[in-house]
Each structure stands twice: as structure tokens, then as C-alpha cells.
């Protein structure tokens, strides 16, 4: 079992940068990929990064590509997502998940989710 907990969202203007983070209570992290998912309002959940459990491969969304950087700290149990140059339409509810599959990552069906932290990007 996998308890995942974000947190670091908030209200920030257009332009401005946030980190995510995503802490994961398991006994060995370095087993499971990790992912961010984000949801805004009426629209289907998309994916937006992941990052394997090494942190040594890193896949993005075209939409956050150059603008965000997934990383991991296993001796922390924790994922980060840094997001700068935030613009409106990064507005969602953003979701960390993991699996120990980083293709089931990707494809949006992994085990484990998080409760989902608000961020917010006012133009």
C-alpha cells in the first residue's frame, strides 16, 4: 500500500513559478514510478509528468515541456514538480499517482493517487 500526499499549491499570477511536492509514506520508493496528473474544471484529468523510480527517466506533457521539471529525493520519499512560467490554463487540481510500472504511469492507470492540491494561475 501507497499513501501519497501533495501539497505546495496556491494562488500565483501568470508568470510566476511553483513547486509541488508529493510525499509518499512506502517502505522502498525507489520501487515505484511517479507521476503528476492535473484536472480543471470540465475537463477529462491529463497527464503532465512522471519520473521513474531511479529519477533517471523523465517524461513530460507537450503543454508543460521547458516549463516544468519532475525530480525525486528517495531518501525522502518525495516528488517534486517545479513549474515556472505558470500561465492560466495550467489552472487544475494537480495529482500525484504512483505504480511500480512507469508505462502504467503514463498511460494514466496507476495504483495509487494522491488527494489532489488546487493550483490556481490569475493572468
Known amino acids: 500500500q501507497v499513501q501519497l500526499v501533495e501539497s505546495g499549491g496556491g494562488l500565483v499570477q501568470a508568470g510566476d513559478s511553483l513547486r509541488l511536492s508529493c510525499a509518499a509514506s512506502?517502505?522502498?520508493?525507489?520501487?515505484?514510478?511517479v507521476g503528476w496528473f492535473r484536472q480543471a474544471p470540465g475537463k477529462e484529468r491529463e497527464f503532465v509528468a512522471t519520473?521513474?523510480?531511479?529519477?533517471?527517466?523523465?517524461y513530460y506533457a507537450d503543454s508543460v515541456k521547458g516549463r516544468f521539471t519532475i525530480s525525486r529525493d528517495n531518501t525522502g520519499n518525495t516528488v517534486y514538480l517545479q513549474m515556472n512560467s505558470l500561465k492560466p490554463e495550467d489552472t487544475a487540481v494537480y495529482y500525484c499517482?504512483?505504480?511500480?510500472?512507469?508505462?502504467?504511469?503514463?498511460?494514466?492507470?496507476?495504483?495509487?493517487w494522491g488527494q489532489g492540491t488546487q493550483v490556481t494561475v490569475s493572468s
Open positions: 499517482a504512483a505504480d511500480v510500472s512507469l508505462y502504467t504511469v503514463r498511460s494514466g492507470r496507476p495504483d495509487y
Open positions: 512506502v517502505r522502498t520508493f525507489s520501487d515505484y514510478a
Open positions: 519520473i521513474s523510480g531511479s529519477g533517471g527517466n523523465t
